[in-house]
């Protein structure tokens, strides 16, 4: 994005965003999902603290043996997330029977597989929608499971008529950092060279240097004012606060290439 007479937006063929931390966000804490799940069948409320950390060891344990939420070993979907559960359960100091840990964990994947634990920042749709009015391609690139494309984000309202392809970590086979998930966008935006392409996100390793890395154009967002974003904007990062500065600096043609 340096140098040169012609505005980026004019070279653009499309745009690529992030799904979670981008356009949708998580509501309320971990512990309020696990907790109702509980006392739904009777039970006390776990502590939130240590279902929290209990789940961030659990998770990523079983991210590590088994990226992309199982799918080279081919592990149902169901079954990953019911290992997760479960460990963060017993990481936490919560063991269940085999019954009563059945039925909370069918309310919990129920839960994370509606809109019900998610929002939509108000300038998503918005955004998407501007791009598409501007004739650019949409593509949603995202370290998610199957449910985010099929289930979760129609049901908050991010259908298909706002986006025109989803890359998604559990179909794909392939998660961020790994740039073979954005020459898969690449791909499904019709072979489409990377420098007509600007990706946008909110993680400097999984989205912005991957990104940058096979000649895409890439920004970060900083919704949440995180201490990182300082040391974005030092490494050379455009650094925005929200979708509609980032349309605003793609209309002002203040961004060359």
């Known amino acids: 994005m340096t140098g040169g007479a012609m505005s980026l937006l004019s070279k653009l063929r499309c745009i690529t965003v992030d799904v979670t931390g981008t356009l949708i966000a998580y509501k309320g804490e971990l512990g309020d999902y696990y907790c109702m799940a509980a006392k739904a069948i009777g039970l006390p409320c776990p502590d939130y603290k240590r279902v929290h950390e209990g789940f961030k060891l ?3 344990d079983m991210a590590q043996k088994y990226p992309c939420f199982g799918f ?3 592990i149902p979907n169901l079954v990953w997330w019911k290992t997760v559960v479960r460990d963060s359960f017993v990481k936490a100091g919560y063991e269940y ?3 009563t840990f059945e039925k909370v964990f069918k ?3 129920s839960t994370f597989g509606s809109a019900a634990p998610y929002s939509v920042f108000q300038d998503s749709r918005p955004f998407l929608r501007w791009a598409r009015q ?3 391609i949409v593509g949603l690139v995202s370290n998610a499971e199957y449910r985010y494309q099929e289930v979760i984000l129609p049901a908050l309202g991010l259908n298909k008529g706002e986006w025109d392809f989803g890359v998604f970590s559990g179909i794909e086979g ?3 950092p790994d740039p073979r998930i954005y020459k898969l966008a690449l791909e499904r935006a019709g072979n489409i060279a990377p420098e007509e392409v600007l990706h946008i996100g909110d993680s400097m390793r999984k989205d912005y240097v991957p990104a940058k890395s096979i000649g895409m154009h890439a920004l970060l967002l900083d919704r949440f004012k995180t201490e990182a974003a300082k040391d974005w904007r030092e ?3 455009i650094v925005l606060p929200d979708l509609v500065a980032v349309q605003q600096l793609l209309e002002s043609d203040k961004l060359k290439c």
Do not use: F, Q
């Open 58 to 60: 659990a998770y990523t």
């Open 72 to 74: 080279s070993a081919k």
């Open 97 to 99: 029977d085999e019954e």
């Open 107 to 109: 309310r919990i994947y």
């Open 134 to 136: 501007k004739g650019l």
């Open 174 to 176: 392939v998660e961020k």
């Open 235 to 237: 490494a050379g990062a």
